[in-house]
C-alpha cells in the first residue's frame, strides 16, 4: 500500500488495483472515502483516522456500492454513513449479494477481517444535486454520478475543493 498525504488529505493506494481510500481531516470533521480493500490495508486507514481524529466526529462517504468500496465499512462502524439515496435504496437482496463478492473474494484469498461484514446503512442520504451536508466551517456538497454504477456520487469538500470521485477516474 502506498500513502499519498497532502496537507488535510491523506490517499491510500491499495496493493490490488491501486484501489485508493481517502481521508480529509478539516477543522470540523473526518471523513473517510471507500475505505478498503486488504485487511491490513483498512487497518491502517483505521489508525491512521483514530491518530488524527482528535475527538472531531468521524464520517464515512461511499461513493457507490461496488463490494470493494464497501469492504472496510465494518472497521468504521461508529462512523456517520453518507451515500446517494439509490445506494441506501439497494434491495435487501441486492445488498445480500454484495455482501456475498465481500466473502467470495476473502474466501478466494484466505483472508480474514477483525470485523464483520455488511452492508452499510446509510445515516445521511444525498438525494439530489446540488444538496450540501454542513458541519461547522466544512461543507460536502453531492452530485449524482450514475456513469459508472447507478448509485455513484461525487462529492465537493468545501471549503478545500477537494472532489472525491470514487472509480471514475480509473483507466
Known sequence: MRVIADGAVTVFRSDLYETTSTVVATDDLVLVADPGRLPR?????????????????????????DFDHIIGY??????????????????????????????QFDDDYYL?????????????????????????????????????????????VEPHGGRLMGDYLSD
Open 112 to 156: 480474514v477481517r477483525d470485523y464483520e461484514y455488511g452492508y452499510p446503512q446509510v445515516d445521511y442520504r444525498a438525494e439530489r444535486d446540488g444538496q450540501s451536508l454542513e458541519i461547522g466551517g466544512t461543507r460536502l456538497v453531492f452530485y449524482e454520478a450514475a456513469g459508472h454504477n447507478p448509485d455513484g456520487l461525487f462529492t465537493v
Open 41 to 65: 490495508e483498512v487497518a491502517s486507514i483505521r489508525r491512521h483516522v483514530d491518530s488524527i481524529r482528535a475527538g472531531r466526529p468521524l464520517y464515512v462517504l461511499f461513493t457507490h456500492s
Open 74 to 103: 465494518g472497521a468504521f462502524r461508529d462512523a456517520v454513513v453518507i451515500a446517494s439515496s439509490a445506494f441506501a435504496d439497494k434491495s435487501p437482496d441486492e445488498q445480500e449479494r454484495i455482501v456475498e463478492q465481500i466473502r
